[in-house]
């Protein structure tokens, strides 16, 4: 019956890939064979203690764990999906990519005595602007699939002085200083916490959000994100 009603809904409002905009077949989900296939995933959930995303906070933040499905780069085909996600008004995008990352990582063990999911927050006004966190809708496809609850409200962003984009690893860091604060009772110490956010670029915003909730005690820290911007 479901695959029925989705057929239906399908030749009335067919599914395109988030790529390319070609039509969906009925067993694709976000992106087409030919656009997964050529996603340029970095392979890191192979190894995620020790990879080139991992050691972005080596010496910065105590982490045990970092992965990105994909090498993001500004203006490439990859990059349209994250655009439609947070600037196209098209939240299910973070959940179905989410969806896709967390089967990926699980296979390799990836989720293992991960305690609680915690998306990187957007200030209340900002949030509001947008109408949804992408990073929150991410977080809901791989809790969906690896059965990791979201604490969504651990975590609650104080400051924004203005978007990352554009800023220089110094100014990232200056900008995002101080910019989190763990909530009261947010009950975390001694858990292992998979920080959730869609594009990581100097790591500055996942430091600031790391050493904020280790200050609720001994919290470990892993980090999965969709997208790498390498170098």
């Known amino acids: 019956m479901i695959s029925f009603i989705s057929r239906i809904l399908d030749l ?6 988030v790529e390319c905009r070609r ?13 997964n296939l050529h996603l340029p995933r970095t392979h890191y959930e192979d190894d995620a203690y020790d990879n080139e995303m991992a050691q972005l906070f080596w010496v910065r933040i105590p982490i045990e ?9 500004a203006r490439s085909e990859a990059s349209r999906m994250i655009y439609a996600l947070k600037y196209g008004d ?17 296979a390799k063990g990836f989720f293992k005595g991960i305690d609680c999911i915690v998306p990187v927050p957007l200030t209340k006004g900002r949030e509001r602007q947008r109408g949804y966190n992408q990073s929150l809708e991410i977080a809901k496809g791989v809790s969906q699939v690896c059965g990791v609850p979201i604490m969504k409200h651990a975590l609650k962003r104080v400051k924004f002085k203005d978007s990352q984009t554009h800023k220089n690893r110094l100014a990232r860091t200056e900008n995002v200083e101080d910019a989190f604060q ?11 916490v998979l920080i959730i956010d869609d594009i990581v670029t100097t790591g500055a915003t996942i430091c600031a959000c790391g050493k904020a909730l280790q200050r609720d005690g001994r919290v470990h820290v892993s980090v999965l994100s969709l997208g790498w911007a390498k170098g």
């Open 12 to 17: 009335i409002s067919p599914r395109t890939c």
């Open 65 to 73: 764990r970092a992965a990105a499905l994909f090498f993001y780069q």
């Open 182 to 192: 763990l909530a009261e009772n947010a009950g975390l110490m001694g858990k292992h």
């Open 23 to 35: 039509r969906l077949t009925e067993g694709e989900q976000v992106l087409c064979a030919s656009c």
């Open 90 to 106: 098209h939240p299910e995008i973070g959940e179905q990519l989410g969806c896709l990352t967390a089967e990926e990582f699980q």
